[in-house]
Protein backbone atom coordinates (compact mmCIF):
# COMPACT_ATOMS: atom_id res chain seq x y z
CA UNK A 1 0.00 0.00 0.00
CA UNK A 2 1.62 3.21 -0.97
CA UNK A 3 1.70 6.46 0.79
CA UNK A 4 -0.52 9.24 -0.01
CA UNK A 5 0.96 12.88 0.38
CA UNK A 6 -0.63 16.10 0.25
CA UNK A 7 1.00 19.44 -0.96
CA UNK A 8 -0.81 22.05 0.69
CA UNK A 9 -0.21 25.82 2.15
CA UNK A 10 -3.57 27.60 2.29
CA UNK A 11 -1.84 30.37 0.17
CA UNK A 12 -1.19 30.52 -3.22
CA UNK A 13 1.81 31.10 -4.90
CA UNK A 14 4.30 29.62 -2.19
CA UNK A 15 5.61 27.14 -4.08
CA UNK A 16 3.27 23.85 -4.21
CA UNK A 17 3.16 22.86 -7.17
CA UNK A 18 7.31 23.37 -7.48
CA UNK A 19 7.35 21.28 -4.90
CA UNK A 20 5.56 18.62 -5.84
CA UNK A 21 7.23 17.96 -8.74
CA UNK A 22 10.94 18.16 -7.31
CA UNK A 23 10.09 15.72 -4.25
CA UNK A 24 7.60 13.60 -6.73
CA UNK A 25 10.95 13.55 -8.89
CA UNK A 26 13.57 13.36 -6.33
CA UNK A 27 11.40 10.05 -5.41
CA UNK A 28 11.31 8.51 -8.16
CA UNK A 29 14.40 8.77 -9.40
CA UNK A 30 15.42 5.99 -6.50
CA UNK A 31 12.83 3.93 -7.97
CA UNK A 32 9.80 4.05 -6.28
CA UNK A 33 6.48 4.08 -8.08
CA UNK A 34 5.55 8.09 -7.84
CA UNK A 35 2.34 9.44 -9.37
CA UNK A 36 2.33 13.17 -8.98
CA UNK A 37 -1.87 14.16 -9.19
CA UNK A 38 -2.96 17.70 -9.79
CA UNK A 39 -5.97 19.15 -7.76
CA UNK A 40 -5.53 22.61 -9.27
CA UNK A 41 -8.68 22.03 -11.51
CA UNK A 42 -9.32 24.79 -13.81
CA UNK A 43 -5.67 26.29 -13.27
CA UNK A 44 -3.96 22.99 -13.75
CA UNK A 45 -0.23 23.89 -13.93
CA UNK A 46 1.71 20.45 -12.89
CA UNK A 47 1.58 19.38 -16.36
CA UNK A 48 3.79 22.54 -17.31
CA UNK A 49 6.10 22.43 -14.96
CA UNK A 50 6.66 18.63 -15.57
CA UNK A 51 6.97 19.15 -19.32
CA UNK A 52 4.19 17.43 -20.03
CA UNK A 53 1.44 19.54 -21.30
CA UNK A 54 1.51 18.68 -24.81
CA UNK A 55 1.02 14.97 -23.84
CA UNK A 56 -2.56 15.29 -20.82
CA UNK A 57 -5.23 13.68 -23.20
CA UNK A 58 -7.74 12.90 -20.27
CA UNK A 59 -7.39 14.36 -16.80
CA UNK A 60 -8.71 13.25 -13.22
CA UNK A 61 -12.50 15.01 -14.16
CA UNK A 62 -12.07 12.33 -17.03
CA UNK A 63 -11.59 9.33 -14.82
CA UNK A 64 -13.67 10.39 -12.18
CA UNK A 65 -16.53 10.81 -14.59
CA UNK A 66 -15.81 7.53 -16.09
CA UNK A 67 -14.62 9.03 -19.60
CA UNK A 68 -11.26 7.84 -19.14
CA UNK A 69 -9.44 4.72 -17.57
CA UNK A 70 -6.77 5.68 -15.11
CA UNK A 71 -4.36 3.66 -17.10
CA UNK A 72 -5.16 5.94 -19.72
CA UNK A 73 -4.82 9.28 -17.95
CA UNK A 74 -1.87 8.62 -16.44
CA UNK A 75 1.43 10.46 -17.88
CA UNK A 76 4.71 8.35 -17.85
CA UNK A 77 7.69 10.89 -17.69
CA UNK A 78 9.97 10.60 -20.22
CA UNK A 79 13.17 11.07 -17.64
CA UNK A 80 12.42 8.85 -15.20
CA UNK A 81 10.30 5.88 -16.06
CA UNK A 82 8.69 4.98 -12.21
CA UNK A 83 7.14 9.02 -12.10
CA UNK A 84 3.76 9.48 -13.55
CA UNK A 85 1.23 12.27 -14.07
CA UNK A 86 -2.29 12.65 -13.34
CA UNK A 87 -3.55 15.86 -14.83
CA UNK A 88 -5.83 18.44 -13.52
CA UNK A 89 -8.73 19.45 -16.26
CA UNK A 90 -9.10 22.51 -17.36
CA UNK A 91 -12.95 22.60 -16.59
CA UNK A 92 -14.60 25.68 -15.05
CA UNK A 93 -16.83 23.32 -13.02
CA UNK A 94 -15.59 23.26 -9.14
CA UNK A 95 -17.91 20.54 -8.44
CA UNK A 96 -16.69 18.42 -11.27
CA UNK A 97 -14.81 16.50 -8.22
CA UNK A 98 -16.70 14.47 -6.32
CA UNK A 99 -15.84 12.99 -2.70
CA UNK A 100 -16.58 9.67 -3.45
CA UNK A 101 -14.87 9.76 -7.10
CA UNK A 102 -11.76 11.62 -5.39
CA UNK A 103 -11.35 8.67 -3.10
CA UNK A 104 -11.77 5.74 -5.68
CA UNK A 105 -8.86 6.96 -7.68
CA UNK A 106 -6.58 7.39 -5.03
CA UNK A 107 -7.60 3.79 -3.53
CA UNK A 108 -6.52 2.52 -6.87
CA UNK A 109 -3.14 4.58 -7.23
CA UNK A 110 -2.27 3.56 -3.75
CA UNK A 111 -2.93 0.04 -4.70
CA UNK A 112 -0.33 0.54 -7.61
CA UNK A 113 2.50 3.62 -6.39
CA UNK A 114 4.27 3.71 -3.48
CA UNK A 115 3.80 7.17 -3.68
CA UNK A 116 0.94 9.25 -4.46
CA UNK A 117 1.44 13.21 -4.23
CA UNK A 118 -1.27 15.52 -4.20
CA UNK A 119 -0.80 19.07 -5.47
CA UNK A 120 -3.57 20.67 -3.66
CA UNK A 121 -4.55 24.54 -4.80
CA UNK A 122 -4.29 27.10 -2.73
CA UNK A 123 -7.30 28.42 -0.65
CA UNK A 124 -8.94 26.50 2.45
CA UNK A 125 -12.04 25.35 0.38
CA UNK A 126 -13.90 22.59 -1.47
CA UNK A 127 -10.51 21.94 -3.54
CA UNK A 128 -8.01 21.98 -0.77
CA UNK A 129 -10.06 19.96 1.22
CA UNK A 130 -11.01 17.33 -1.72
CA UNK A 131 -6.89 17.34 -1.90
CA UNK A 132 -5.53 16.61 1.50
CA UNK A 133 -8.72 14.43 2.10
CA UNK A 134 -7.18 11.06 2.17
CA UNK A 135 -3.85 11.61 2.78
CA UNK A 136 -1.83 9.87 5.23
CA UNK A 137 0.99 12.77 5.47
CA UNK A 138 1.10 16.13 4.84
CA UNK A 139 4.06 18.54 3.48
CA UNK A 140 3.37 22.02 4.49
CA UNK A 141 4.51 24.12 2.04
CA UNK A 142 5.33 27.80 4.09
CA UNK A 143 7.39 31.02 2.97
CA UNK A 144 9.18 32.80 6.23
CA UNK A 145 6.16 35.91 5.93
CA UNK A 146 3.07 36.39 8.02
CA UNK A 147 0.63 35.63 6.12
CA UNK A 148 1.93 32.07 4.83
CA UNK A 149 2.91 31.27 8.15
CA UNK A 150 -0.52 32.14 9.32
CA UNK A 151 -2.52 30.24 6.51
CA UNK A 152 -0.19 27.25 7.08
CA UNK A 153 -1.74 27.13 10.48
CA UNK A 154 -5.33 27.27 9.20
CA UNK A 155 -4.29 24.97 6.84
CA UNK A 156 -2.73 22.62 10.21
CA UNK A 157 -6.30 23.17 11.97
CA UNK A 158 -8.01 21.50 8.69
CA UNK A 159 -5.60 18.85 8.15
CA UNK A 160 -6.05 17.91 12.10
CA UNK A 161 -10.31 18.02 11.50
CA UNK A 162 -11.27 17.57 7.97
CA UNK A 163 -9.08 14.29 6.52
CA UNK A 164 -10.33 11.05 6.68
CA UNK A 165 -7.56 10.33 8.79
CA UNK A 166 -8.55 12.69 11.48
CA UNK A 167 -12.06 11.62 11.61
CA UNK A 168 -11.22 7.76 12.45
CA UNK A 169 -9.03 9.49 15.37
CA UNK A 170 -5.36 8.60 13.38
CA UNK A 171 -2.95 10.68 12.94
CA UNK A 172 -1.73 12.42 9.54
CA UNK A 173 2.20 13.20 10.01
CA UNK A 174 2.99 16.87 9.09
CA UNK A 175 5.98 18.39 7.65
CA UNK A 176 6.72 21.84 7.27
CA UNK A 177 8.82 23.21 4.09
CA UNK A 178 10.01 26.46 4.38
CA UNK A 179 10.41 27.61 0.64
CA UNK A 180 12.11 30.52 -0.97
CA UNK A 181 14.24 30.80 1.86
CA UNK A 182 16.79 34.21 1.59
CA UNK A 183 19.43 33.82 4.07
CA UNK A 184 20.60 37.18 3.62
CA UNK A 185 17.38 38.96 4.66
CA UNK A 186 17.16 36.60 7.22
CA UNK A 187 20.72 37.70 8.61
CA UNK A 188 19.05 40.88 8.69
CA UNK A 189 16.43 39.94 10.66
CA UNK A 190 14.39 41.16 7.64
CA UNK A 191 11.94 37.88 7.09
CA UNK A 192 10.97 35.46 9.94
CA UNK A 193 13.82 32.41 11.11
CA UNK A 194 13.07 29.45 10.48
CA UNK A 195 13.47 28.98 14.67
CA UNK A 196 10.33 30.94 14.15
CA UNK A 197 8.32 29.45 12.13
CA UNK A 198 8.88 25.97 13.64
CA UNK A 199 8.14 27.51 16.99
CA UNK A 200 4.89 29.23 15.98
CA UNK A 201 3.74 26.54 14.02
CA UNK A 202 5.05 22.99 15.96
CA UNK A 203 5.20 20.69 13.08
CA UNK A 204 8.76 19.01 12.67
CA UNK A 205 10.99 20.43 9.20
CA UNK A 206 11.00 18.87 6.53
CA UNK A 207 14.12 21.10 4.72
CA UNK A 208 14.64 24.36 3.56
CA UNK A 209 14.57 25.52 -0.37
CA UNK A 210 16.29 28.76 -0.88
CA UNK A 211 15.08 31.47 -2.98
CA UNK A 212 16.71 30.66 -6.26
CA UNK A 213 16.91 31.58 -9.95
CA UNK A 214 17.18 27.38 -10.54
CA UNK A 215 13.59 26.92 -9.91
CA UNK A 216 12.47 29.37 -12.14
CA UNK A 217 14.71 27.92 -14.67
CA UNK A 218 13.91 24.37 -14.19
CA UNK A 219 9.70 25.36 -14.74
CA UNK A 220 10.89 27.64 -18.34
CA UNK A 221 12.50 24.27 -19.39
CA UNK A 222 9.15 22.04 -18.53
CA UNK A 223 12.12 19.84 -16.00
CA UNK A 224 11.52 19.14 -12.02
CA UNK A 225 14.50 21.26 -10.55
CA UNK A 226 15.26 17.64 -8.95
CA UNK A 227 16.08 16.40 -12.64
CA UNK A 228 17.76 19.66 -14.54
CA UNK A 229 20.91 20.08 -12.06
CA UNK A 230 20.64 18.29 -9.00
CA UNK A 231 23.78 20.06 -7.99
CA UNK A 232 22.12 23.39 -7.29
CA UNK A 233 20.97 24.32 -3.74
CA UNK A 234 17.32 24.30 -4.58
CA UNK A 235 17.81 20.76 -6.23
CA UNK A 236 20.38 19.99 -3.30
CA UNK A 237 17.76 21.10 -0.89
CA UNK A 238 14.74 19.00 -2.64
CA UNK A 239 16.82 16.07 -2.72
CA UNK A 240 17.41 16.10 1.02
CA UNK A 241 13.98 16.92 2.16
CA UNK A 242 12.67 13.94 -0.33
CA UNK A 243 15.41 11.56 1.78
CA UNK A 244 13.87 12.75 4.90
CA UNK A 245 10.39 11.83 4.00
CA UNK A 246 11.08 8.98 3.16
CA UNK A 247 12.31 8.61 6.83
CA UNK A 248 16.16 9.08 6.87
CA UNK A 249 17.08 10.98 9.51
CA UNK A 250 19.40 13.80 7.95
CA UNK A 251 19.79 16.43 10.07
CA UNK A 252 18.60 20.27 8.32
CA UNK A 253 20.95 23.00 7.96
CA UNK A 254 19.83 26.31 7.73
CA UNK A 255 21.30 28.18 5.15
CA UNK A 256 23.60 31.04 6.09
CA UNK A 257 25.00 34.39 5.07
CA UNK A 258 27.96 35.79 5.57
CA UNK A 259 27.20 39.26 6.86
CA UNK A 260 28.62 42.01 4.43
CA UNK A 261 30.70 44.35 5.01
CA UNK A 262 28.20 47.23 4.96
CA UNK A 263 25.62 45.39 7.33
CA UNK A 264 28.53 45.50 10.11
CA UNK A 265 29.35 48.68 9.70
CA UNK A 266 25.72 50.04 10.01
CA UNK A 267 25.53 47.19 13.11
CA UNK A 268 22.37 45.43 11.72
CA UNK A 269 21.75 42.44 13.74
CA UNK A 270 19.81 39.67 13.13
CA UNK A 271 17.15 39.21 16.31
CA UNK B 1 22.76 57.84 20.17
CA UNK B 2 25.40 57.05 18.20
CA UNK B 3 25.72 58.22 14.29
CA UNK B 4 25.40 54.60 13.29
CA UNK B 5 22.29 54.47 14.93
CA UNK B 6 20.85 57.35 12.38
CA UNK B 7 21.44 53.99 9.77
CA UNK B 8 20.09 51.03 11.91
CA UNK B 9 17.44 49.85 10.33
CA UNK B 10 15.19 48.12 13.81
CA UNK B 11 14.85 44.48 12.43
CA UNK B 12 11.27 43.46 11.99
CA UNK B 13 10.80 39.83 12.19
CA UNK B 14 10.60 40.25 16.29
CA UNK B 15 7.41 42.22 15.86
CA UNK B 16 6.11 39.55 12.71
CA UNK B 17 6.57 36.24 15.06
CA UNK B 18 5.39 38.60 18.21
CA UNK B 19 1.99 39.42 16.24
CA UNK B 20 1.37 36.14 14.91
CA UNK B 21 1.89 34.05 18.17
CA UNK B 22 -0.82 36.56 19.06
CA UNK B 23 -3.19 36.27 16.58
CA UNK B 24 -2.84 32.66 16.19
CA UNK B 25 -2.88 31.83 19.73
CA UNK B 26 -6.44 34.11 19.19
CA UNK B 27 -7.72 32.48 16.18
CA UNK B 28 -6.54 28.56 17.37
CA UNK B 29 -8.63 29.22 20.33
CA UNK B 30 -11.97 30.04 18.70
CA UNK B 31 -11.57 27.39 15.67
CA UNK B 32 -14.75 25.88 14.89
CA UNK B 33 -16.80 27.82 17.20
CA UNK B 34 -18.97 30.84 16.16
CA UNK B 35 -18.08 33.60 16.04
CA UNK B 36 -18.12 36.21 19.63
CA UNK B 37 -18.82 38.99 18.35
CA UNK B 38 -21.39 38.46 15.56
CA UNK B 39 -23.01 36.44 18.73
CA UNK B 40 -22.71 39.62 21.12
CA UNK B 41 -23.91 41.74 18.29
CA UNK B 42 -27.06 39.62 17.70
CA UNK B 43 -27.80 39.34 21.42
CA UNK B 44 -27.39 43.44 22.12
CA UNK B 45 -29.48 43.94 19.16
CA UNK B 46 -32.71 41.70 20.79
CA UNK B 47 -32.20 43.62 23.76
CA UNK B 48 -31.97 46.85 22.24
CA UNK B 49 -35.35 46.13 20.20
CA UNK B 50 -37.21 44.88 23.27
CA UNK B 51 -36.71 49.08 23.98
CA UNK B 52 -35.94 50.91 21.43
CA UNK B 53 -36.40 50.21 17.62
CA UNK B 54 -33.44 51.27 15.91
CA UNK B 55 -31.83 50.35 12.72
CA UNK B 56 -28.80 47.23 12.46
CA UNK B 57 -26.55 49.97 11.32
CA UNK B 58 -26.57 52.03 14.51
CA UNK B 59 -24.97 49.15 16.47
CA UNK B 60 -21.48 48.97 15.76
CA UNK B 61 -19.63 45.96 17.93
CA UNK B 62 -15.92 45.74 17.80
CA UNK B 63 -12.99 43.81 19.67
CA UNK B 64 -9.89 44.57 20.45
CA UNK B 65 -7.67 41.85 21.01
CA UNK B 66 -4.62 42.16 23.54
CA UNK B 67 -2.19 39.58 24.52
CA UNK B 68 -4.16 39.04 27.95
CA UNK B 69 -6.86 41.53 27.94
CA UNK B 70 -9.22 42.37 24.88
CA UNK B 71 -11.56 45.56 24.92
CA UNK B 72 -15.26 45.00 23.48
CA UNK B 73 -16.26 48.69 21.99
CA UNK B 74 -20.39 48.60 21.79
CA UNK B 75 -21.63 52.02 20.14
CA UNK B 76 -25.07 52.68 19.91
CA UNK B 77 -26.83 55.44 18.02
CA UNK B 78 -30.09 56.09 19.00
CA UNK B 79 -31.93 58.65 16.51
CA UNK B 80 -33.77 61.06 18.42
CA UNK B 81 -37.16 60.77 16.69
CA UNK B 82 -36.85 56.91 18.03
CA UNK B 83 -35.67 57.27 21.63
CA UNK B 84 -39.13 57.43 23.56
CA UNK B 85 -39.49 54.10 24.38
CA UNK B 86 -41.68 51.39 23.49
CA UNK B 87 -43.45 51.25 26.26
CA UNK B 88 -44.14 54.71 26.37
CA UNK B 89 -45.00 54.99 22.63
CA UNK B 90 -46.92 51.88 22.77
N1 LIG C 1 12.64 28.35 -4.20
C1 LIG C 1 12.17 29.21 -5.13
N2 LIG C 1 12.96 30.20 -5.63
C2 LIG C 1 12.48 31.06 -6.54
N3 LIG C 1 11.26 31.03 -7.06
C3 LIG C 1 10.42 30.07 -6.62
C4 LIG C 1 10.81 29.12 -5.63
N4 LIG C 1 9.76 28.29 -5.39
C5 LIG C 1 8.75 28.71 -6.18
N5 LIG C 1 9.14 29.78 -6.94
C6 LIG C 1 8.33 30.50 -7.90
O1 LIG C 1 7.15 30.96 -7.28
C7 LIG C 1 6.04 30.92 -8.18
C8 LIG C 1 4.90 30.11 -7.58
O2 LIG C 1 5.32 28.75 -7.45
P1 LIG C 1 4.29 27.55 -7.56
O3 LIG C 1 3.49 27.63 -8.79
O4 LIG C 1 5.04 26.29 -7.29
O5 LIG C 1 3.38 27.90 -6.30
P2 LIG C 1 1.96 27.26 -5.91
O6 LIG C 1 1.93 27.27 -4.41
O7 LIG C 1 1.76 25.97 -6.59
O8 LIG C 1 0.95 28.34 -6.49
P3 LIG C 1 -0.66 28.19 -6.60
O9 LIG C 1 -1.18 28.46 -5.21
O10 LIG C 1 -1.05 29.25 -7.56
O11 LIG C 1 -0.95 26.80 -7.06
C9 LIG C 1 6.58 30.33 -9.47
O12 LIG C 1 6.87 31.36 -10.34
C10 LIG C 1 7.84 29.62 -9.03
O13 LIG C 1 8.79 29.55 -10.08
MG1 LIG D 1 0.12 25.28 -7.79
Not at chain 2, 25 to 41: C, F
Amino acid sequence: MGKVVVVTSGKGGVGKTTSTAALGAAVAKTGKKVALVDFDVGLRNLDLIMGAERRVVFDLVNVIQGTAKLSQALIRDKRVDTLFLLPASQTRDKDALTEDGVGEVIDKLRSVFDYVFCDSPAGIERGAQLAMRFADEAVIVTNPEVSSVRDSDRIIGLLDARTMRAEHGEQIAKHVLVTRYDAARAARGEMLSIDDVLEILSVPLLGIIPESQDVLRASNLGSPVTLTDPLNSAAKAYLEAARRLEGEDLPVVVPFERKGFLDRLLGRRAA
Amino acid sequence: MNVFDLFRRRSSAPVARERLQVLLAYERASRGQPDLVSILREEIMAVIAKHVQIDQDYLQVSMDRGETMSTLEIDIQIPNKSAVPLAIAG
